[in-house]
C-alpha cells in the first residue's frame, strides 16, 4: 500500500539537479501513510579545501567518532606540514597523525638541507610514495593544501597512494554533500 502512495506521489516528479531538501516533502508524505523512515546518522569525517586569488582554504570537522559512537569532541584534523603547508586528515586518527608528522619532520629536514622553503609538490610525492608503499592498510585520506614559489596548490591523497590535483577537493563520509555545495557555487578565477 505505501508503494503504491509513493508511486503517486512521485509520477510527474522531474528528478531535481544537485543536492536538495525536496525529499522533505515526500518523507512527510510517507510518514502520514505510516512507513517508519530510518533515522540518519551523523558519523565519520568531512573535510574539504579551496583555491582562491592568492591562497588556499582547508576545513575540517572535528569530531572523531569509533563506528557510530563519537569518541572526542575536539580532535584536530587540519595537520602542519610546514610554515606554508597543511594537511586535513579523514580515516584513522593514528594513521593520519603519524604520517602527517613524519612528512613534517621529512620537510623540515628538507628545508635544512636546501636553505628553502619546501614545494607542496614536495610534499605531495612524499605523502603518496609512503602511503603506496602500504598498498592502502595506513587507513589516510588526506587533503593536502598550501602555497610556494609556484603559487596555490591542492591536492588529494587516498590512503593506497594515488593522487589528483583540482581547484576544490573534499574527502571522508560526508565528501558527497561538501561536494555538491562545491559544485553548485565554486566560481573560478576566469569567471
Known sequence: MASAAVE???TGYEEPKGFNFEN???????EKQGVTLPK???TGTTICGVI???GVVLGADTRATGGSIVCDLN???IHYIADNIYCCGAGTAADTEFTTRMVESKMQLLKLRT???GRVISALRMLKQYLFRYQGYISAALVLGGVDV???ALYTVYPHGSTDKLPYVTMGSGSLAAMSVFEDNYKSRNE
Open 8 to 10: 503517486k506521489l512521485l
Open 24 to 30: 522533505c516533502r515526500r518523507n512527510a508524505f510517507m
Open 40 to 42: 540518519a546518522r551523523s
Open 52 to 54: 582562491f586569488n592568492e
Open 75 to 77: 580532535c584536530e584534523k
Open 115 to 117: 636553505g628553502r622553503e
Open 150 to 152: 609556484t603559487g596555490p
